[in-house]
């Protein structure tokens, strides 16, 4: 697969433009039958270090962007730290094409959300490293279309020395817009703490994070080095401080100032 001369122009000029990921999504469309497709950075200082959070940068699919924007909050709010591709973008050094069907996914609620609600039966992903993090192009085919060939996927392959520094340098000149068009749940949540005059210590506000961040009081307790039980004495003392008793109502307290 070749990219044309003049696609290849029009590329360069829209980038940092709003009609950059429309270019890209028509002519990969018309290369690779697609039924969506989406770019994310994953924020890493170094590789084998922590993930600490993801930017997401712009998706296109068939039926336009509107209908991406349910599978974007759900994995932004709930389920990237429960993505697949975290064990690849992790060590990562040199540019890496993954293929992930939704049976490699263990996390239920995950599969349920992003995958089985839009008929996904496969992503191939794009995966390259810069200074500022991993870069993720996310291929998408639905249950209707034919898995990914290995035509395709080689043909791919040699796409990323192309795509990946075209997607880097069009996050450069957008990525600060997206995060204050999307801002995460704990940041919904100190904005919304600031204004209501209650007072959570360093730990309870941390563990709450945590929660917010789709992780279990388990998970949120080993994050913070601290034990299994004291993690659910500091929940339980922010939920009582809070008013809520679960963190589906965490949730809905965070978005009521949205």
């Not at 008929?119 to 249950?143: P, T």
């Not at 000149?173 to 997206?178: F, G, I, K």
């Not at 007072?199 to 917010?212: K, N, T, V, Y």
Request: glycine share 4%.
């Amino acid at each position: 697969m070749h990219i044309p001369l003049e696609t290849a122009a029009e590329l360069v000029a829209s980038l940092g433009g709003a009609d950059f990921p429309h270019k890209l999504w028509q002519w990969l469309h018309a290369q690779i039958p697609l039924c969506h497709l989406s770019a994310a950075r994953f924020n890493q200082p170094a590789a084998d270090a922590l993930v600490q959070s993801v930017d997401w940068l712009f998706s296109r699919s068939a039926d336009g962007v509107q209908d991406s924007e349910p599978a974007l909050l759900s994995y932004l709010e709930k389920h990237w730290r429960q993505d697949p591709l975290l064990s690849h973008i992790t060590p990562l050094q040199d540019p890496q094409l993954v293929l992930i069907r939704h049976e490699d996914i263990a996390a239920q609620d995950y599969v349920d959300d992003v995958f089985r609600r839009h008929q996904i039966s496969a992503e191939c992903n794009l995966l390259g490293r810069a200074a500022d993090g991993v870069y993720a192009l996310a291929l998408y085919r639905q249950r209707d279309q034919p898995p990914f060939a290995l035509e395709e996927l080689a043909l791919l392959r040699r796409l990323v020395a192309l795509l990946l520094p075209l997607l880097v340098q069009h996050a450069r000149l957008t990525v600060s817009l997206r995060r204050s068009q999307l801002p995460s749940l704990p940041h919904l949540f100190d904005k919304r703490l600031a204004t209501t005059g209650i007072r959570l210590s360093p730990r309870e506000q941390a563990m709450c994070h945590c929660l917010l961040q789709g992780m279990s009081a388990q998970s949120a307790a080993a994050q913070l080095g601290v034990k299994e039980s004291s993690g659910k004495t500091y929940i339980d003392r922010a939920f009582l401080k809070l008013g809520v008793k679960s963190k589906a109502q965490l949730y809905g307290w965070c978005l009521a100032c949205v």
